[in-house]
């Protein structure tokens, strides 16, 4: 993940100031606080239908563990599954919209603590302990969010946009779905009755009080698929002599919920999403992917 510095926040804010269901909002202007946004975000939630999956979520999660009784399950996932209605947004919290057009990043990070922060209520309510933030996987989409030229991605350009951003081209290729690990439980087999999550990695992490390493529940194994995709920009099919460029295509990350159609090859799609930086890449983090 990258930060956006006041300047990049200029040059791709003068692309959404045409959206007119956008308004100037002073509360998402620098010097406010991330906890500010993520209070928006958690209000958001509770006018809309979300809370009340957050709500189902929580229970069912307790639930489970009320059935079982094993500590690993205080350890088990939260999955939450949270569309964001371009429609509402416009609605309820305008300054939201402009938020996920603007730093789709940092609307990510403010949908995940807002969402924990009401995990953490709803838990508390059902007198359950609380739980770490690495087992809750917040996996929002925006839906309904119109075409707009201004947010169209040109490759030709040389320039990677900072905010949501629109790829329109035809698909040319995808991998085999490929797997991500959400998270993984482990346990100390020397006897010590300890847990431990691990979100990002599959290494075995040392037990914390006798410092051996921890075993894994296989069983327990969190995990989501995606594919990669390769989309042929329709600039660069309308084009494709341009004298001094090769055309290439943009390499694109689906994962599952962001997608409920068939892929098909040589297909036109409309994808938004945002580039994002890795240590090993920097590639487009689809949000929505349909035909056009
Ligand atoms: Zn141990």
């Keep these: 993940m ?9 040059s791709t804010g003068n ?10 909002d002073e509360t998402l202007h620098q010097g406010h606080s991330q906890f500010h946004v993520h209070k928006i975000v958690e209000q958001f939630c509770r006018n809309t239908h979300l809370l009340k999956l957050i709500e189902g979520c929580v229970q ?8 079982t009784k094993r500590p690993e399950d205080l350890l088990a996932p939260l999955q939450l599954r949270l569309d964001f209605v371009v429609g509402d947004l416009a609605k309820r919290a305008p300054q939201l919209l402009k938020l996920v057009i603007r730093e789709p990043i940092q609307f990510a990070e403010a949908v995940k603590y807002a969402a924990f922060g009401l995990v953490r209520q709803q838990l508390r309510l059902l007198g359950h302990k609380p739980v770490d933030i690495g ?15 201004n947010l169209l991605f040109d490759p030709g350009q040389q320039s990677f946009p900072l905010g949501l951003s629109f790829i329109q081209g035809i698909l040319s290729a995808y991998t085999p779905p490929e797997t991500l690990v959400l998270q993984t439980i482990w346990f100390c087999g020397s006897g010590c009755l300890r847990n ?23 069983k327990l194994r969190v995990l989501e698929s995606y594919r990669l995709l390769a989309v042929l ?47 090993a890449a920097f590639n487009f983090e689809i949000c929505h992917l349909r035909r056009v």
């Design 15 to 24: 692309n959404v100031n045409n959206l007119s269901a956008i308004q100037e």
């Design 60 to 67: 069912k999660f307790v639930a489970h563990y009320q059935d």
């Design 196 to 218: 431990a999550l691990q979100t990002s990695s599959t290494d075995a992490p040392l037990c914390s009080n006798c410092s051996r390493p921890m075993s894994e529940y296989q």
């Design 135 to 149: 087992q809750l996987h917040a996996q929002w989409r925006l839906v309904g969010l119109q075409f707009h030229p």
């Design 2 to 10: 990258f930060n956006v510095n006041a300047d990049n926040q200029q």
């Design 233 to 279: 920009s329709i600039s660069s099919v309308q084009s494709p002599r341009t004298s001094g460029c090769i055309h290439r295509a943009i390499l694109a990350r689906a994962r599952d919920h962001t997608y409920d159609l068939d892929l098909k090859l040589g297909a036109d799609y409309l994808l938004s999403g945002y580039f994002t930086a890795s240590s």
